[in-house]
């Protein structure tokens, strides 16, 4: 599997994914071939998925695991507690990637303050690398200056074929960090879209499977999740799709600045 910055270019994602039913899709996850499993603070399953990795079968340092801090925890008194928190109930084994969730709030605590307690988690060995989440280029610019030589492993955004968040995207290319993109599928937006669906016809597969081809051929690492077994499978196998620049053209042209994931406490978006 490639990997772009030590980050498997293709995750499984554990949002919405509660209780028994993140324990049983990690668990089917790992059995088909993920091998880079993606939580958070809050989503509320760390603990599922941290059973799911003892119960695999598989030794730890063969699993990418990225948890992320929520933004509630950036004060002083609780973002070192909640990430020893994520460190014990994903087994105890150092975090591989650490993100910070979102921005922080405007009446919350400073940035540069969270940004130097990330440094002080990654520093004290319990996330072998660091990163952010919906953050936009300046505030990228602004983490990378208070981090020093500590790099910027990764940043996690929302990004499909609807919405390609090319400024980001161009700015983590150039900057040397990983472009994670979240919501791959457009939460199933893209069934049935006719370029997709030609595209998949093409190679004898389905439109979600083209969707995932080609943010991994824009060199991207993206997270799909899924509840059902063979859906499971066919995103992992996205992997294996060779799409011509013919394709990737077509597919760039769908770009429309289509964002679905856009709360209150959001940065001003570039």
Known sequence: MKTINGIPQIGFGTWKRRGDEAYRTVLAALEAGYRHID???????EAEVGRALADCGLSRDEIFVTTKVWIDNYGEDAFRKSVEESFEKLGGAEIDL????????ADGPAFEDYIGRLADVHDAGLAKRIGVSNFTRGLMDRAAGLLGDRKIAANQVECHVFHQNRLVADYCDSHGIAFTAYSPLAQGKIAGEPTLKAIGAAHGVSEGEIALAFLMAEGHVVIPTSSK????????AAADIELSQDEIGRLRALDKGERLIDPEWAPDWD
């Open 229 to 236: 077994p063979q859906r499971v499978k066919s995103n992992l």
């Open 98 to 105: 650490l993100l910070l969730h979102w921005p922080g709030r």
């Open 39 to 45: 939580t958070a603070q809050a989503y509320g399953n």
